[in-house]
DNA sequence: TACGGTACTGTAAACGTTTACACTATTCTA
DNA sequence: TAGAATAGTGTAAACGTTTACAGTACCGTA
């Protein structure tokens, strides 16, 4: 608990603290003899840095924020997960807060790690406000927006580009003989969801082929919602070939209730998700199965298209 | 950039900064008009206080340091996000690491944890070695552990009650008709796989079945090492009715593996993992029927039993 | 010998807070 | 009315670093 200081090694090795922090910085200014001599005391004493105060000094943490707006989702935890590795390599720690779907506690952790002094903030933003109000928040430490999940364009923003992907993933669907395709979404005005429907409109209108559109009254894209839209659909009668999903929770809820109505996938319909597609075989092409799962953990090869996916990938 | 301080607002407020300090940690040594003052000075001028300042005078941060293996598995990650959330509601944020199931990573971001001054320290131990060379580490900072991942016993843990989760699992299928319950294990001397394990046996011995163990090779429960195990499996004869996995992702690549042999879960064989079960109609019992995903949302409720269940739950 | 340069080390201020202590003004008590 | 108690505010030190600047000692050169 009594952490040892700079002060208390240069006590020890009889030298004044700036020579000791000189020796730790690498600084040129100092005999190779004394360094030795400093280090391997610090070592000995135990000594650890305190990065407070010399964030203090210095006017920058080496910490990132991140806001997202649940772990419970593959993409967002595995986003940051390999985020924290790529940050911690480059001398950076994260910070992680949720914003749990909630537009204000997203403002509110915002600044939270605005006094925390991180030194940048990444950020899924939720909410299909515009960015605007949260310009007087951004403009506090440099933000880059994950996703296009808004009205409005911010300034700073890394997204897979979803018109395009979803047209590829309808025109792959076409491409097996897929006449009559589902577009199943959430209720969602935000900019990425009306993208995503505008690539698969887009593309059935090339395509001369007629679009299905079914949109649920919820606005998240949660399994949940998947689900009830799924058991919905599937107890009518209903002639599609194939079902495209705006989101992977959505598919998921889709799977389970296709399980429970007995429909299997892709046997007996295709299911278009983001890493994968479950694919029925075309009415008149040969048998074309995909595993639900690949086995070599690459989940990122192979041909899987879907809304997500990053164009040319 | 240049952020306003409490220099800053005190020049302004014609105060000195101890008072605008003492007017925003409300202590009551201070006129209620003043305070008024101040906290709407502070409001117009956009003062944010500066935490590192703060944390270094008062000798803690509130900030909380979190060591996972992988933030890919879901377990891991919804605990991550609900810990994030319980912290922050506390008033401690949460610096998160990976220790990429690498042991001496783990021993490198504790230290580096341990220099950021983080108030604790949370993590998920990987290795299979003592905790005891852990122990100069754990000794600078509060440290609690999750799950018995190690041979030994830390001072303090947080830890699912294995054994008797097993043992539960396995009285469950019993309960159900099966009587050839095929034990799926990686080949792992950690504590956890062994109280598992030894869970599985001592039931299997006290119902007067006999146990059959399947153990990997390999070392890492992973979905890849269940997709390979249950692809040998499934390949050859098998004579079980239910299969117990010791661990999540293993069940996970089971079903994959199964999925892929045309083996139907619950429909052909039964599976139990940590959320669910799914089964199998028991060989001289009415059909019983579980979903491969609740619709509810609620997985902790229901009768799931498997290897993490707590007790009681 | 005196001077300048080099190589190293020490001194002290700064970063933005908190807080013990000192101080002043006001009110209360005797 | 003097003195003490009280309420409010200011002063300054401290937290553990970094770093500009000021030394000091030694060496080489003129």
Redesign the interface.
């Given at each position: 608990m009594p952490?040892v200081t700079l002060k208390d090694v240069a006590k020890v090795a009889g030298v004044s603290y700036a020579t000791v922090s000189r020796a730790l910085s690498g600084s040129p200014e100092i005999s190779e003899e004394t360094r030795r001599r400093i280090l391997k005391l610090c070592k000995e004493m135990g000594y650890?840095?305190?990065?407070?105060?010399r964030?203090?000094v210095k006017r920058y943490?080496n910490?990132l924020g991140l806001i997202v707006p649940?772990?419970?989702n593959?993409f967002m935890?595995?986003l940051?997960?390999h985020l924290?590795?790529y940050a911690?390599n480059r001398g950076y720690?994260?910070?992680?807060?949720?914003s749990?779907y909630d537009y204000d506690l997203q403002k509110e952790?915002f600044?939270?790690?605005?006094?925390?002094?991180v030194d940048g903030i990444i950020m899924i933003p939720v909410g299909h406000e515009s960015y605007e109000p949260l310009n007087v928040l951004t403009s506090?430490v440099p933000t880059v927006f994950i996703s296009e999940n808004m009205k409005d364009y911010p300034e700073n923003y890394v997204s897979v580009n979803n018109h395009r992907g979803m047209q590829i993933a309808t025109e792959y669907l076409y491409s097996l003989g897929h006449r009559d395709i589902l577009y199943f979404g959430a209720r969602s005005d935000s900019k990425t969801h009306q993208l995503r429907l505008d690539g698969y409109l887009s593309s059935c209108e090339k395509l001369s082929i007629e679009p299905h559109v079914l949109r649920s009254s919820y606005t998240r894209s949660?399994?949940?919602v998947g689900?009830?839209m799924g058991g919905e659909y599937f107890s009518r009668p209903h002639q599609e070939t194939a079902i495209l999903c705006a989101a992977d929770m959505l598919a998921?809820?889709v799977m389970?209730a296709a399980?429970?109505a007995g429909i299997r996938i892709p046997k007996d319909i295709s299911l278009g998700l983001r890493q994968h597609l479950l694919l029925r075989p075309a009415p008149d092409r040969p048998h074309h199965r995909e595993?639900?799962?690949p086995?070599?953990?690459h989940r990122r090869g192979g041909h899987a298209v879907g809304a997500d996916q990053k164009p040319g990938s």
């Amino acid at each position: 608990m009594p952490s040892v200081t700079l002060k208390d090694v240069a006590k020890v090795a009889g030298v004044s603290y700036a020579t000791v922090s000189r020796a730790l910085s690498g600084s040129p200014e100092i005999s190779e003899e004394t360094r030795r001599r400093i280090l391997k005391l610090c070592k000995e004493m135990g000594y650890t840095p305190n990065s407070v105060a010399r964030s203090m000094v210095k006017r920058y943490t080496n910490v990132l924020g991140l806001i997202v707006p649940s772990l419970n989702n593959p993409f967002m935890s595995e986003l940051t997960g390999h985020l924290e590795i790529y940050a911690r390599n480059r001398g950076y720690t994260l910070m992680v807060c949720n914003s749990s779907y909630d537009y204000d506690l997203q403002k509110e952790v915002f600044s939270l790690l605005v006094s925390r002094q991180v030194d940048g903030i990444i950020m899924i933003p939720v909410g299909h406000e515009s960015y605007e109000p949260l310009n007087v928040l951004t403009s506090q430490v440099p933000t880059v927006f994950i996703s296009e999940n808004m009205k409005d364009y911010p300034e700073n923003y890394v997204s897979v580009n979803n018109h395009r992907g979803m047209q590829i993933a309808t025109e792959y669907l076409y491409s097996l003989g897929h006449r009559d395709i589902l577009y199943f979404g959430a209720r969602s005005d935000s900019k990425t969801h009306q993208l995503r429907l505008d690539g698969y409109l887009s593309s059935c209108e090339k395509l001369s082929i007629e679009p299905h559109v079914l949109r649920s009254s919820y606005t998240r894209s949660s399994r949940e919602v998947g689900y009830a839209m799924g058991g919905e659909y599937f107890s009518r009668p209903h002639q599609e070939t194939a079902i495209l999903c705006a989101a992977d929770m959505l598919a998921i809820g889709v799977m389970q209730a296709a399980f429970e109505a007995g429909i299997r996938i892709p046997k007996d319909i295709s299911l278009g998700l983001r890493q994968h597609l479950l694919l029925r075989p075309a009415p008149d092409r040969p048998h074309h199965r995909e595993p639900a799962l690949p086995a070599d953990g690459h989940r990122r090869g192979g041909h899987a298209v879907g809304a997500d996916q990053k164009p040319g990938s």
